[in-house]
């Protein structure tokens, strides 16, 4: 896979189309909820955005941990797009003075 800008801009299409974050995981279902929730009595009125049922044992075990790597994505994803694009532009910007450096040495 190449990282361009065109990849991250599809990203961040993703992540900006879900419903916003954090999202966090509740209940022996795993539901992937919007947080903060609203409690109105004993119900929770937290959107439920996923649910990662596995069964019981070893694969509600794993549906446990999938559901919590969906909902801590949702607030990782943008975070390292930004970081990626922070990163391409510093790498952008040292390109520049490279080139401009080159140029002014070569009198080119």
């Given at each position: 896979?190449?990282?361009?800008?065109?990849w991250?801009a599809?990203?961040?299409?993703?992540?900006?189309?879900?419903t916003?974050?954090?999202?966090t995981?509740?209940?022996?279902?795993?539901?992937?909820?919007?947080s903060?929730?609203?409690?109105?009595?004993d119900?929770?009125?937290?959107?439920?955005?996923?649910?990662?049922?596995?069964?019981?044992?070893?694969?509600?075990?794993?549906?446990s941990?999938?559901?919590?790597?969906?909902?801590?994505?949702?607030?990782a994803?943008?975070?390292?797009?930004?970081?990626?694009?922070?990163?391409?532009q510093?790498?952008?910007?040292?390109?520049?003075?490279?080139?401009w450096n080159?140029?002014?040495?070569?009198?080119?």
């Amino acid at each position: 896979m190449e990282i361009t800008k065109e990849w991250i801009a599809e990203q961040r299409a993703v992540c900006d189309a879900a419903t916003q974050a954090p999202w966090t995981v509740t209940g022996a279902y795993n539901h992937i909820v919007d947080s903060p929730g609203v409690a109105v009595g004993d119900m929770d009125v937290r959107s439920i955005v996923a649910e990662a049922w596995g069964g019981v044992g070893l694969n509600h075990l794993r549906a446990s941990k999938n559901a919590a790597f969906i909902a801590a994505a949702r607030t990782a994803l943008p975070a390292a797009l930004d970081a990626l694009e922070a990163s391409m532009q510093r790498e952008a910007e040292k390109d520049a003075e490279i080139a401009w450096n080159y140029k002014e040495e070569t009198n080119a």
